[in-house]
């Protein structure tokens, strides 16, 4: 096992994370998707897949034991508990970050220049509204550094 595997810990959880990480570079190296994608569509499949990937071998990372993870997938598929926790709010706020991933890059430019014309009241309010959002958004108390939890 290589040096991942014993920074994080031995557990099968760790095993399974980094082998699904191992092999997604082999299929993509295989499949020659590295460079720039000829389309976008082909770089929105592309983006999903990974995007996906990634939060799929993150239950394996975060998970208790690798048990819970088989749990966590079965909740998640059987669709069993869905009504308590995909609420419209968590719908719209899902699809609101989807949308985020498509944005014109020219829109983040055209944001940046309106920000920095701005009075120095909206220089001063626009970060403070958002570290307020994220405050407020948080639960309670302050979780542990991941890393001190191995």
């Known amino acids: 096992m290589g040096l991942g595997g014993l920074w994080h810990g031995a557990s099968w959880n760790f095993i ?3 082998l699904m990480h191992g092999v997604a570079l082999v299929v ?7 460079g ?4 976008r569509i082909v770089a929105a499949l592309m983006w999903l897949v990974t ?5 799929f071998a993150w239950v394996f990372f975060r998970a208790s034991s690798f048990e819970a993870a088989l749990v966590y997938f079965g ?3 059987s669709g069993a508990g869905w009504t308590t926790t995909m609420t419209p709010l968590v719908a719209t706020l899902l699809g609101l970050g989807a949308l985020t991933q498509i944005v014109p890059a020219g829109w983040f430019a ?3 220049a309106r920000y920095e014309a701005g009075s120095l009241a909206v220089k001063v309010a626009v970060p403070f509204a958002a570290i307020f959002l ?5 639960p309670g108390g302050i979780p542990p550094f991941i890393y001190f939890q191995f």
């Open 110 to 112: 055209a944001l940046q």
């Open 36 to 39: 720039p994608p000829r389309s």
């Open 75 to 77: 909740t998640l598929f």
């Open 51 to 55: 995007f996906h990937l990634v939060c």
């Open 134 to 138: 994220i405050a407020a958004a948080a």
């Open 16 to 18: 399974v994370w980094g």
């Open 28 to 34: 993509e190296r295989a499949l020659g998707l590295t």
